[in-house]
Nanobody, 124 residues
């Protein structure tokens, strides 16, 4: 499966944004899809993930209450809606897929397949 994130941009603090992750190819066998962000000089950070077969959702502690992960009507779409954007949300946001069930869904290192990210920049 190939992944492509889109929807990033420059937004003012307090605004909202919806990012999209489109998967090309079959999602058969997918265990989880996650949104992960990275800023220069920092480790990649898990922000949200969804267990594919049950749609159980997980959020990183730093984004709970402001981030919403959801599945699109099409089986190959996953969205990340961000509310009350803060300058510290500035990052490249990527979506990633894993097929195996070993390890927590929030563990960044368990995702072997990544798409090209989309830049989110929040101005104060």
């Amino acid at each position: 499966v190939q992944l492509q994130a889109s929807g990033g941009g420059l937004v003012q603090a307090g605004g909202s944004l919806r990012l999209s992750c489109a998967a090309s190819g079959s999602t058969f066998g997918v265990y989880a899809v996650a949104w992960i962000r990275q800023t220069p000089g920092k480790e990649r950070e898990f922000v949200a993930g969804i267990h594919w077969s049950t749609s159980t959702i997980f959020y990183g502690d730093s984004v709970k209450g402001r981030f919403l992960i959801s599945r699109g009507d099409a089986s190959n779409l996953v969205y990340l809606t961000i509310h009350s954007l803060k300058p510290e949300d500035t990052a490249v946001y990527s979506c990633a897929v894993r097929y195996g069930g070993s390890g927590p869904i929030s563990s960044v290192g368990t995702y072997p397949y990544w798409g090209q990210g989309t830049q989110v920049t929040v101005s104060s």
